[in-house]
């Protein structure tokens, strides 16, 4: 009886699980690039062109 109680004990606690640091880097990459993104565009502005380059002469 008491091995049963001291299984049903065991089967009570809850698991420790390892989290992963994969996700962590990935996210704050993720934020660091769009960061720089939005500053890119902050910086150029909405005034800014891009104007299409002169064709290529083909031989």
């Known amino acids: 009886m008491?091995?049963?109680i001291?299984?049903?004990r065991t089967l009570l606690i809850a698991p420790?699980?390892?989290e992963?640091?994969?996700?962590a880097l990935?996210?704050?990459a993720l934020a660091?690039?769009?960061a720089v993104l939005m500053a890119g565009v902050m910086i150029l502005g909405p005034g800014i062109r891009f104007h299409d380059a002169p064709p290529v002469?083909?031989?």
């Open 6 to 8: 001291q299984k049903a």
């Open 32 to 34: 660091a690039t769009a």
């Open 26 to 28: 990935g996210a704050a």
């Open 57 to 59: 002469a083909q031989d």
């Open 2 to 4: 008491a091995d049963d």
């Open 20 to 23: 992963s640091p994969w996700a």
């Open 16 to 18: 420790i699980t390892v």
